[in-house]
């Protein structure tokens, strides 16, 4: 729960806070999945702000905590996500200028008026990861660990949805800087 109290802001480090701000994000992004409201702009807005606040954390920490956080698999997997949508394409929209294909697709249960949630295509994410290799070979070892991730969540069966996945990455960095 994000402290409301502006002093109490004052006195977090800025790792927390950047987690805090995280929180923030995943709670807006899986507002905007519906219902009342089903936005997929916003979706695309808040998972992209979600990864950046998210890895950005890794910045704010010592060197223990650092190596802590590269260790977790959840993490290397988020921020190859998150150095995709910032260096390479907006991950969740197919356009003819953008690089890679989307690599979610929306999941809607029973009806319109259900939750339109974003879940992963595995296969393509593995295109992803193949195409930037070639063209970064140096990246090899940290899609590697993507690679090895998306291996695990597909076999958790479908759908895995992003939602779940970024709870888990924020839980895992939330952990790590306590």
């Known amino acids: 729960m994000v402290p409301q109290d502006e002093a109490k802001l004052y006195s977090l480090s800025p790792a ?24 997929y702009f916003e979706m695309i807005c808040y998972s992209d702000a979600f990864l950046f606040a998210l890895i950005s954390v890794e910045e704010m920490v ?7 956080l590269r260790g977790k698999p959840i993490f290397r997997f988020l921020k190859v996500l998150r150095n995709i949508t910032t260096h390479q394409s907006i991950l969740s929209i197919t356009l003819s ?12 249960k029973d009806s ?14 593995r295109k992803i990861f193949d195409l930037i290799e070639i063209k970064h070979p140096k990246n090899k070892n940290s899609l590697n660990d993507a690679r090895i991730f998306v291996n695990t969540l597909e076999g958790l069966g479908k759908p895995v949805f992003l939602e779940n996945v970024f709870a888990d990455g924020l839980n895992c960095v939330s952990a790590a800087i306590t």
Do not use: Q, W
């Not at 950047?18 to 709670?27: A, G, P």
């Not at 010592?62 to 802590?68: E, F, G, R, W």
């Not at 319109?112 to 994410?125: D, G, N, P, T, Y």
């Open 112 to 125: 319109i008026e259900s939750s339109a949630r974003l879940c992963f295509k595995f296969e393509l994410l």
């Open 16 to 39: 927390k806070l950047r987690c805090y701000e995280t929180e923030r994000f995943l709670e807006l992004f899986m507002k905007s999945c519906g219902p009342p409201r089903d936005s």
């Open 62 to 68: 010592d060197a223990k905590t650092k190596n802590k």
């Open 97 to 108: 200028e953008s690089k890679f294909p989307c690599p979610f697709v929306r999941h809607v």
